[in-house]
């Protein structure tokens, strides 16, 4: 596999483009060209120094197989990577703006009884130019330029465990919000992971102030390890501590999913339960119906009891919401289209 040019910050394209006897100047137009969703044979560079790039680099690393469109607009994107590998993201549309949801990684090893990404196990992780390039292409597809972008919010939320995949995802993030490229604040970026506690407290010394959001989806050890095995390894009290920490070096508050399961987490007493354990924390809480995957055997809750569920929070003081779901028509949950994809194949 050659390598993968939209991993390189402007600075390194520089160097790159010196190293190759080429005029400074061509870094940038490299660098803005890449940042526009071209592939290097479309980049308006000198034919030597393109059949040059071409020999080492990918002409395009992430390409948009397919696109399914749901009945609320929500659009899910079966991306296909030089290699062959099959990944997934989503483009929400909402009135403050367009989110797409990016994968980190082909697959992913966390093992979470309700989500389809993990189906399989994880086959490889994602360069940083790789998850860039997702945002690129979709950007460039629904129209947008550097200056008006179509993507205005990124979430990190697809297939795979962001922080299992630490280097790569902290160099997408620098490149992302990097000035002069696609440049999205880090504010308009959220990183969801299961609560791989180490990389928690690294990621706070980073100095990239994005909303963090957990993974909790129990208030206990032992109701957290039925559907989640990293609870094996982490407990909620790390987790909380390590959230503590990161609102300290950031001053960012940090979000909780919930994915409300009948018959698992969704009940009266888990509510109350929920609101015990986050009490006077700067946090929010995310609550969502599940989004059942086929493949397991899990069920989401009712409407009625998911609304009865938030207004318990919000009764004792824990700022809440229940996320609107989106794009289930589509198989919206992560990792459903790519698993799809992989049994036909």
Not at 66 to 89: C, H, M, P, R, Y
Not at 93 to 103: A, F, I
Not at 131 to 138: E, G
Not at 280 to 308: D, F, M, S, Y
């Amino acid at each position: 596999m050659k390598k993968v040019l939209q991993d390189l910050n402007e600075e390194e394209l520089l160097a790159l483009v010196e190293g190759m006897g080429e005029k400074k100047f061509r870094a940038r137009q490299l660098f803005e060209g890449l940042m526009q969703g071209k592939r290097i044979s479309a980049l308006p560079i000198p034919a030597p120094m393109r059949e040059a790039l071409l020999k080492d680099y990918e002409d395009e690393p992430v390409t948009i197989r397919e696109t399914f469109v749901s009945q609320d607009g929500t659009k899910k994107f079966l991306f296909e990577l030089a290699d062959g590998n099959l990944i997934e993201g989503v483009l929400m549309h909402y009135h403050y703006g367009n989110t797409q949801c990016v994968s980190t990684q082909v697959g992913c090893r966390m093992g979470c009884k309700f989500c389809a990404s993990t189906l399989g196990g994880l086959v490889r992780n994602l360069t940083a130019g790789e998850i860039l390039s997702q945002i690129l292409i979709v950007n460039r597809t629904e129209g947008g330029t550097l200056k008006e972008r179509k993507v205005t919010n990124v979430v990190l939320m697809g297939s795979g465990e962001p922080f299992d995949n630490y280097g790569e995802v902290v160099k997408f993030l620098r490149l992302l919000t990097a000035e002069g490229g696609i440049h999205v604040s880090a504010r308009n970026v959220s990183l969801s992971t299961c609560g791989l506690v180490p990389k928690m407290r690294e990621f706070a010394e980073e100095g990239i102030p994005l909303n963090l959001t957990v993974s909790l989806h129990a208030s206990t050890d032992t109701e957290r390890a039925r559907t989640m095995p990293v609870a094996n390894k982490y407990t909620i009290s790390e987790i909380l501590e390590a959230c503590s920490y990161y609102f300290e070096r950031t001053g960012r508050r940090y979000i909780f999913e919930y994915s409300l399961i009948a018959g698992e987490n969704a009940d009266e007493a888990h509510a109350y339960a929920l609101a015990e354990l986050l009490k006077g924390r700067p946090c929010h809480v995310n609550l969502i119906r599940l989004n059942e995957v086929k493949e397991r055997t899990l069920k989401g809750t009712r409407e009625e009891e998911a609304q009865r569920f938030l207004e318990i929070l919000t009764e004792c003081g824990i700022s809440a919401t229940l996320r609107r779901s989106m794009g289930s028509d589509i198989g919206g949950a992560c990792g459903q289209l790519r698993a799809s994809y992989l049994k036909k194949e």
